[in-house]
Nanobody, 114 residues
Framework: QVRLVESGGGLVQAGGSLRLSCKAS????????MGWYRQAPGKESELVAAITSGGSTNYADSVKGRFTASRDNAKRAVYLHMDSLKPEDTAVYYC????????WGQGTQVTVSS
């Protein structure tokens, strides 16, 4: 059983910053890709950032230059540092980890006020 636990969401004013964390636990031989999706009310889920085990990253166009994904393979953790937050970044953010299947965190709310 693999479990992902997220932390770091909250309420922030536009232009502010937040850092999300996600740590995996359980019986894990290895983790391939990790990353973050988000889902805003009334919208489809969106891949925000993905990071390979080697550290290569991929970002949604809407967050490039503002968000930075990183991971610590020894800790089985992935992070999302979000700068210059905008009201349109408001969403529930879900981390994921890919191994034999895709595992998901429970989600953490990020709210950006204007």
């Amino acid at each position: 059983q693999v479990r992902l636990v997220e932390s770091g969401g909250g309420l922030v004013q536009a232009g502010g910053s937040l850092r999300l964390s996600c740590k995996a636990s359980g019986t894990i031989i290895r983790i391939d890709d990790m990353g973050w999706y988000r889902q805003a009310p009334g919208k489809e889920s969106e891949l925000v950032a993905a990071i390979t085990s080697g550290g290569s990253t991929n970002y949604a166009d809407s967050v490039k230059g503002r968000f930075t994904a990183s991971r610590d393979n020894a800790k089985r953790a992935v992070y999302l540092h979000m700068d210059s937050l905008k009201p349109e970044d408001t969403a529930v953010y879900y981390c994921y980890a890919a191994y034999d299947e895709i595992y998901w965190g429970q989600g953490t709310q990020v709210t950006v006020s204007s």
